[in-house]
């Protein structure tokens, strides 16, 4: 009995847990039988609470998830009074044990910020503020023709007041950078700023994303773009250099800010005949290479090249095509040898030599130096050019950095000292000889000096030479150039044939606004001289009067005395009449001016002025003639210089239905 009781005790004590492998495969079975009924029953009870939040036209306000018996809830009530109304609805629901999540309200956002980020390659998270006025699911729909397919949208956004009136199209141009990210990007919306932050998929992706940043969204500006380039597995670079002097960049640069050196720097060797970009920043340099001393590399060896590449790819330099000079050769060589960047090894040097074309010399003015770089045919010619400068800028140091080649054009030395002449006499250029053709740029401190340099260096190259001068004055606007001006002249025609009045040379009113026009042309464009022509009078009209008009005599003085004649005060615009009474007593004048005196025998006394007897009497111009210094005489009082208006000759009057006549001369 007592073996019986001893045994009992543990039963009792224990037998429970007999029961539990039971209870769990009761539970087992019917949690999962029970829940899924009561969590939809739930979920449809909550939603049409949900539902009751909606405002006319808009999505509700509250998003709430079923989870068994919980609930989750989420979103911004408009109001304390819908936010505890809905709460108080949620908590009634039948079955339901716990509420999860709170509910805010809407309040405005100062600044108003919205993020987007990448946390996979298929989901982005929103954050931050979402405009009130927009639901999640109608901004969804929004984003969605920008998203790749497939991708899920996490919002958590808070809806807020203060968004920026454009921002849908801007949300949509924010996520649409995502894809060309790696995940962990972000695009973020700050008020109107739009800024990016993450690594690029590709290089590709890398330019695209950067061309479509060039155009922010409307009513939006860049804030921070920071777009680590892409890692490529082998970093390459390459410069071409073609014929005439143009570079290709291609391959990839280490950041933006390196490629606009490159840039620079690639400008500077092409010497004005252009470069074309086709690099893209990336990753993957050899950490050993630093990357400015690799281009600084590169660029020394194109420059030493006509034609050709210097590539840079599986960690070797190479270098082909067509060297500058001879001894561009073993300076290429050495510098493969004994210049490379550590970490770059040699790469092979396939080189050949021909004469240069172009041929080119520069001379460049700076400071305190003055500097000799490019081509000269021999070391005699090197030396005459350094003698030609040294007397000019004894001030300055001269650097020598020419080299010796063949192909120099016949003439190049003189058309370096005519160009080392007008050099000496500005404040800062640059002498550019190509081939037969020199170039000078730079600036005067004298408006009037410049034009004259521009004007007098063409005619100071030798013969078969061509010039071209582009002389700016600080401070001072630059003109058109002559090529803009003589389009303007084309445009100067007046609506219809100006035309004087039969027998006359006075100009009538109708010519004053047209001539007025001429001369703001000719202060516009200080350079080309105004041939102005006359016109004779139709057939029957009455013949001209034997004398001049006020305004031809003006001129005929003007015209005996020389271009240094001082212009007589600008009339005032009269009718013709009005000029004509003048003209008449000044010529009633001139009889007793010029006649002879007589001897006391009543004889006329003989004129002892030497030479006077023997020259000819001045012919009276012609009609046409007198209407075209009439015309001179009125630029000349506008403000024109002698030099800048001359009357063509009578042969080449116009028709009486043309009218006047203006031509622009060299």
């Given at each position: 009995?007592?073996?019986?009781?001893?045994?009992?005790?543990?039963?009792?004590?224990?037998?429970?847990?007999?029961?539990?492998?039971?209870?769990?495969?009761?539970?087992?079975?019917?949690?999962?039988?029970?829940?899924?009924?009561?969590?939809?029953?739930?979920?449809?009870?909550?939603?049409?609470?949900?539902?009751?939040?909606?405002?006319?036209?808009?999505?509700?306000?509250?998003?709430?998830?079923?989870?068994?018996?919980?609930?989750?809830?989420?979103?911004?009530?408009?109001?304390?009074?819908?936010?505890?109304?809905?709460?108080?609805?949620?908590?009634?629901?039948?079955?339901?044990?716990?509420?999860?999540?709170?509910?805010?309200?809407?309040?405005?956002?100062?600044?108003?910020?919205?993020?987007?980020?990448?946390?996979?390659?298929?989901?982005?998270?929103?954050?931050?503020?979402?405009?009130?006025?927009?639901?999640?699911?109608?901004?969804?729909?929004?984003?969605?023709?920008?998203?790749?397919?497939?991708?899920?949208?996490?919002?958590?956004?808070?809806?807020?007041?203060?968004?920026?009136?454009?921002?849908?199209?801007?949300?949509?141009?924010?996520?649409?950078?995502?894809?060309?990210?790696?995940?962990?990007?972000?695009?973020e919306l700050a008020d109107t700023r739009l800024s990016i932050h993450g690594e690029a998929i590709s290089t590709e992706d890398e330019a695209r994303l950067r061309a479509a940043l060039a155009t922010p969204p409307a009513?939006?500006?860049?804030?921070?773009?920071?777009?680590?380039?892409?890692?490529?597995?082998?970093?390459?670079?390459?410069?071409?250099?073609?014929?005439?002097?143009?570079?290709?960049?291609?391959?990839?640069?280490?950041?933006?800010?390196?490629?606009?050196?490159?840039?620079?720097?690639?400008?500077?060797?092409?010497?004005?005949?252009?470069?074309?970009?086709?690099?893209?920043?990336?990753?993957?340099?050899?950490?050993?290479?630093?990357?400015?001393?690799?281009?600084?590399?590169?660029?020394?060896?194109?420059?030493l090249l006509q034609e050709g590449g210097v590539t840079f790819a599986h960690g070797a330099m190479a270098v082909t095509g067509i060297a500058l000079d001879p001894q561009a050769v073993d300076e290429i060589a050495a510098l493969l040898r004994d210049g490379r960047p550590a970490g770059v090894e040699a790469g092979p040097a396939t080189l050949e030599t021909r004469p240069l074309k172009p041929y080119r010399v520069q001379l460049r003015r700076e400071a305190d130096s003055v500097t000799l770089g490019g081509h000269v045919p021999d070391a005699a010619t090197r030396d005459r050019i350094l003698a030609a400068l040294r007397p000019r800028f004894f001030r300055e140091r001269i650097i020598d950095r020419s080299r010796v080649a063949e192909g120099a054009p016949d003439g190049l030395t003189g058309a370096l000292e005519a160009g080392i002449a007008t050099l000496a006499v500005l404040a800062r250029g640059e002498v550019r000889v190509a081939d037969r053709a020199l170039t000078l740029t730079g600036d005067s401190l004298y408006p009037e000096s410049a034009r004259r340099m521009e004007a007098d260096l063409p005619r100071a190259l030798p013969a078969g030479w061509r010039g071209e001068a582009a002389i700016a004055v600080p401070g001072v606007a630059t003109g058109p150039t002559p090529e803009a001006c003589a389009a303007r002249f084309t445009e100067l025609e007046p609506p219809q044939a100006l035309r004087f009045v039969p027998g006359s040379a006075t100009p009538t009113a109708a010519f004053y606004p047209f001539l007025d026009t001429v001369a703001a042309w000719a202060k516009a464009c200080p350079t080309g001289r105004i041939a102005v022509t006359g016109h004779a009078d139709p057939a029957g009209a009455a013949a001209p009067k034997p004398v001049l008009d006020s305004a031809v005599e003006s001129t005929a003085s003007v015209d005996a005395k020389g271009p240094d004649a001082k212009a007589p005060a600008k009339p005032g615009k009269t009718k013709p009449e009005a000029a004509k009474p003048e003209a008449a007593k000044s010529e009633a004048a001139k009889p007793e001016a010029t006649k002879p005196a007589k001897a006391a025998d009543g004889k006329a006394a003989p004129d002892k002025t030497p030479g006077k007897a023997d020259a000819p009497a001045e012919p009276e111009p012609d009609l046409p003639r007198q209407r075209a210094l009439a015309l001179v005489d009125y630029l000349l009082q506008a403000g024109l210089p002698p030099d800048r208006v001359t009357a063509d000759p009578a042969t080449q009057a116009r028709p009486p239905a043309e009218g006047i006549g203006l031509a622009l001369r060299p």
């Open positions: 009995m007592s073996a019986a009781h001893s045994l009992s005790a543990p039963i009792r004590r224990f037998g429970w847990l007999v029961g539990l492998p039971g209870l769990a495969a009761i539970l087992g079975v019917a949690v999962p039988l029970v829940t899924p009924p009561l969590e939809a029953r739930l979920d449809a009870e909550a939603g049409a609470v949900v539902r009751g939040t909606a405002r006319a036209g808009a999505e509700p306000w509250l998003r709430v998830t079923a989870r068994g018996r919980d609930l989750v809830i989420l979103g911004e009530a408009p109001d304390a009074a819908a936010r505890d109304d809905a709460l108080a609805r949620l908590a009634a629901l039948p079955g339901l044990r716990r509420i999860d999540g709170t509910l805010g309200l809407v309040e405005t956002a100062a600044p108003f910020v919205w993020t987007a980020t990448r946390t996979g390659p298929d989901r982005i998270a929103l954050t931050g503020n979402r405009p009130a006025e927009i639901g999640p699911h109608a901004l969804a729909d929004r984003l969605a023709p920008a998203l790749p397919a497939g991708t899920r949208l996490d919002d958590t956004a808070h809806a807020a007041y203060g968004a920026p009136a454009e921002f849908g199209p801007a949300a949509a141009e924010a996520v649409a950078a995502l894809k060309a990210l790696q995940p962990g990007a972000r695009a009513g939006f500006s860049l804030g921070t773009i920071e777009i680590l380039p892409a890692k490529v597995p082998d970093f390459s670079f390459g410069l071409a250099r073609a014929t005439g002097g143009a570079l290709t960049l291609t391959g990839h640069v280490v950041s933006e800010t390196a490629r606009a050196a490159l840039r620079a720097r690639a400008a500077e060797i092409a010497e004005g005949a252009g470069i074309l970009d086709e690099t893209h920043t990336a990753r993957g340099l050899d950490a050993r290479i630093d990357p400015a001393g690799l281009t600084a590399f590169a660029l020394r060896l194109v420059a």
